[in-house]
């Protein structure tokens, strides 16, 4: 199984590779998918009756959060719902702090007594040119394969 180190440099290998095609808009890059943290927390219980699956939703970096600072905060029709979940947000945090700008939608809803189960969304890059960074303030040495024989 690929390592998490291993993931984001393919990631970002492909997307400097984008084809023409995303900036003329015709193609969408699935970044992940992620339950939204925190959604009792904040408006999101207010708002559940009127969330459909397939709406817009905002994602808005807030690097001085007190309790991460890789933190994004997910929003629908500008009201505050919730975080992507900490395990999640760190290739997402660094495309964002790079000048990317993923888009989000909300693709299931569930009545569930866990708020963990209660919204799914997908963050993509949405058919503008993509930028990656090009230097981080988490840089790490990657680690070099063998050829294989």
Same mark, same amino acid.
């Given at each position: 199984?690929p390592?998490?180190?291993?993931?984001r440099?393919?990631?970002?290998a492909?997307?400097?590779?984008?084809?023409?095609?995303?900036?003329?808009g015709?193609?969408?890059?699935?970044?992940?998918?992620?339950?939204?943290?925190?959604?009792?927390?904040?408006?999101?219980?207010?708002?559940?009756?009127?969330?459909?699956?397939?709406?817009?939703?905002?994602?808005?970096?807030?690097?001085?959060?007190?309790?991460?600072?890789?933190a994004?905060?997910?929003?629908?029709?500008?009201?505050?719902?919730?975080?992507?979940?900490?395990?999640?947000?760190?290739?997402?945090?660094?495309?964002?702090?790079?000048?990317v700008?993923?888009?989000?939608?909300?693709?299931?809803l569930?009545?569930s007594?866990?708020?963990?189960?209660?919204?799914?969304?997908?963050?993509?890059?949405?058919?503008?040119? +993509?930028?990656?960074? +090009?230097?981080?303030?988490?840089?790490?040495?990657?680690?070099?394969?063998?050829?294989?024989?």
């Amino acid at each position: 199984m690929p390592s998490r180190s291993d993931w984001r440099r393919h990631l970002l290998a492909w997307l400097l590779m984008l084809p023409a095609t995303l900036a003329a808009g015709q193609i969408e890059l699935l970044v992940q998918t992620s339950p939204v943290a925190g959604f009792q927390y904040h408006a999101g219980p207010a708002l559940w009756p009127l969330m459909r699956a397939g709406d817009a939703l905002s994602l808005v970096r807030e690097p001085g959060n007190p309790y991460d600072p890789r933190a994004i905060r997910v929003e629908w029709n500008g009201a505050p719902i919730g975080f992507v979940p900490r395990l999640d947000n760190l290739d997402l945090a660094r495309l964002m702090d790079g000048g990317v700008k993923p888009a989000a939608r909300i693709v299931h809803l569930q009545a569930s007594r866990d708020p963990w189960r209660r919204v799914l969304i997908e963050v993509y890059l949405d058919p503008e040119p +993509a930028t990656i960074p +090009a230097s981080s303030q988490d840089q790490r040495p990657v680690q070099q394969r063998p050829p294989t024989p």
